[in-house]
């Protein structure tokens, strides 16, 4: 298991605004720490995408936390989980989170809907769970996992329809529960709500974004907003969707690969990526030297 050269814990305390990168199995996430990020968001979308699953709680919790092994085992930075909702009640979100720390995970984020939960960005049907319930959950999981593990506590009452009071309730109730963050969730195309939320919380604890629908907003903002760290949650899987989508179309209409080859990664990149180097090392040391057979007179 790798160690991670930065915690989670320090990126999001840091005075400096942290950036998160979405991952979905061992190879994204190795390709993500290449490009230079200082942590990773374990993507519950990306991952049930990957697995041929809906991102409405279809991957099971075991499954999820099988392909975060696999993300900490290839790189050497911080995985934050998406935990859902925490797939059930108190007793299902601090067994998540006793098996993602257990995995080497450095958090989970916990977000205040029931179960199953359903894509925030898709239909309007994003019920709430009671706020007593939800803080029990976080509280659950502080009480399992260790003193550097963060818990992140995912609000949704902006995507539920909820106002800016409501949401503020809920963030001082999660904060009294143990929550390390706050992550605020919104699905409107400019940051507006996001920044109101920021001002009014002043801070009281770190304050986490994801800006997949205000993307246009200028990173400066969030700076100047005093957020904590932002989180690009799902644009490594839409990469490759785009990409394999491109590249599969061309090699059925052109009957070749010889247009495409220097437009796909090279193998050897790949290899890279994988570390094959370091077995070629540990071949040299632990597997016998072979003995050249004697010529025949």
Known sequence: MSTSSTSLRELILSNDLAFLME???GLSAAVAE???FRGLWASGLSISSALGYRDANEASWTQVVDVVERMVDATNIPVLVDGDSGFGNFNNARLLAKKLEQRGA???AIEDKGFPKMNSFVGDRHPLAETDEFCGRLKAVKDTTGPDFVLVARIEALIAGHG??????RAHAYAKAGADAILIHSRKAVADEILAFA???NNKLPVVIVPTKYYRTPVDAYRKAGISTVIWANHTMRAAIAGMRDICGRIQSEESIAGI?????????L???IG?????QAEELYLPKQIAPKARD
Do not use: M, P
């Not at 800016?164 to 309730?169: K, M, S």
């Not at 094959?276 to 070629?280: C, H």
């Open 34 to 36: 290449r490009a230079g």
């Open 271 to 273: 290899f890279n990526l």
């Open 106 to 108: 450095s958090g989970v």
């Open 164 to 169: 800016l009071d409501e949401a503020l309730t």
């Open 276 to 280: 094959y180097d370091e077995l070629a």
């Open 23 to 25: 991952a979905h199995d």
């Open 261 to 269: 080859e220097d437009q796909v990664a090279g193998l050897d990149e």
């Open 199 to 201: 001002k009014e919380w």
